[in-house]
């Protein structure tokens, strides 16, 4: 059964930085695509940035310039560089990884507190 690992998130203020990682455990299949999405309360979940196989990256317009999506594919994880932080930046974020015709996986989620 595969398995997205989360780790990082926490508690920051406002215009700090804070960093995500992802690991995807007995992964089987080639992955295509892997990302964060976030989820605020009374929200639906939303992309925030991802990347595929090859390193080409898509962020939403909230977050360029300021979050930088990486991955290593040996390693099998994704990460999230997130910089000069924002209130309404807080949401819980959710690893994601694409394995084409094999479906669809998701981490756990781990919370990001941006305090004013």
């Known amino acids: 059964q595969v398995q997205l690992v989360e780790s990082g998130g926490g508690l920051v203020q406002a215009g700090g930085s804070l960093g995500l990682s992802c690991a995807a455990t007995?992964?089987?299949?080639?992955?295509?695509?892997m990302g964060w999405y976030r989820q605020a309360p009374g929200a639906q979940r939303v992309l925030v940035a991802d990347i595929n196989y090859d390193g080409v990256t898509n962020y939403a317009d909230s977050v360029k310039g300021r979050f930088t999506v990486s991955r290593d594919n040996a390693k099998d994880a994704v990460y999230l560089q997130m910089n000069s932080l924002k209130p309404e930046d807080t949401a819980r974020y959710f690893c994601h990884a694409d394995f084409g015709p094999f479906g669809v996986e998701w981490g756990q989620g781990t919370q990001v507190t941006v305090s004013s």
């Open positions: 007995k992964t089987k299949f080639h992955i295509y695509t």
